[in-house]
T-cell receptor, first 110, second 114 residues
């Protein structure tokens, strides 16, 4: 059974910092890994999807990497802004289903 | 483009009552999912469907039922509601293509059972 751990559970940083969110998973036989953002009281928004054949994906100030063999992924956020404050969830997936971590709650202070 | 629409947004039920959570998507996606999210926890998969007429259990299916008669709709039925089913329920969908496509989520239904 896939187990997903996200560290840290919460993170508070001043505006402008670069930061890294970590995700580890126990079963390396995955098809893909997605990073999502969740704002309070809202659904999830897909940020980045890394196919199993890829090592990283970039979108604007976000960069996600994937190391299947070690069961790890990182989400790098450059030059953080208060608008980045949200919970970030990692979800490795098989051909049909995703398994979610509990998320990292990020607060970016002005 | 509405995406994934869930109704109702909020609902309070009494123990033992039943209800149906509605989910519809207008993106012609084959795959649809139901998740629940408890406070401070990640999402847990209840049921999913790979196409009309096909459904399968996820990690936590007990106490729930689903049907998929059309591509657009994937309702979730709660029978004999219990306090343990108090949660936020999310519906999601994704396209089936050669490469895996991201899941798109609705805004959720917040359900309290008292």
């Amino acid at each position: 059974k896939q187990e997903v751990t996200q560290i840290p559970a919460a993170l508070s940083v001043p505006e402008g910092e670069n930061l890294v969110l970590n995700c580890s998973f126990t079963d390396s036989a995955i098809y893909n890994l997605q990073w999502f953002r969740q704002d309070p009281g809202k659904g999830l928004t897909s940020l980045l999807l890394i196919q199993s054949s890829q090592r990283e994906q970039t979108s604007g100030r976000l960069n996600a990497s994937l190391d299947k063999s070690s069961g790890r992924s990182t989400l790098y956020i450059a030059a953080s802004q208060p608008g980045d404050s949200a919970t970030y969830l990692c979800a490795p997936g098989g051909s049909e289903k995703l398994v979610f971590g509990k998320g990292t709650k990020l607060t970016v202070n002005p | 483009n509405a995406g994934v629409t869930q109704t109702p947004k909020f609902r309070i039920l009494k123990i033992g009552q039943s209800m149906t959570l509605q989910c519809t998507q207008d993106m012609n996606h084959n795959y649809m999912y139901w998740y629940r999210q408890d406070p401070g926890m990640g999402l847990k998969l209840i049921y999913y469907s790979v196409g009309a007429g096909i459904t399968d259990k996820g990690e936590v299916p007990n106490g729930y039922n689903v049907s998929r008669s059309t591509t657009e709709d994937f309702p979730l039925r709660l029978e004999l509601a219990a306090p343990s089913q108090t949660s936020v329920y999310f519906c999601a969908s994704r396209s089936h293509q050669e490469t895996y496509q991201p899941q798109h989520f609705g805004d959720g239904t917040r359900l309290s059972i008292l």
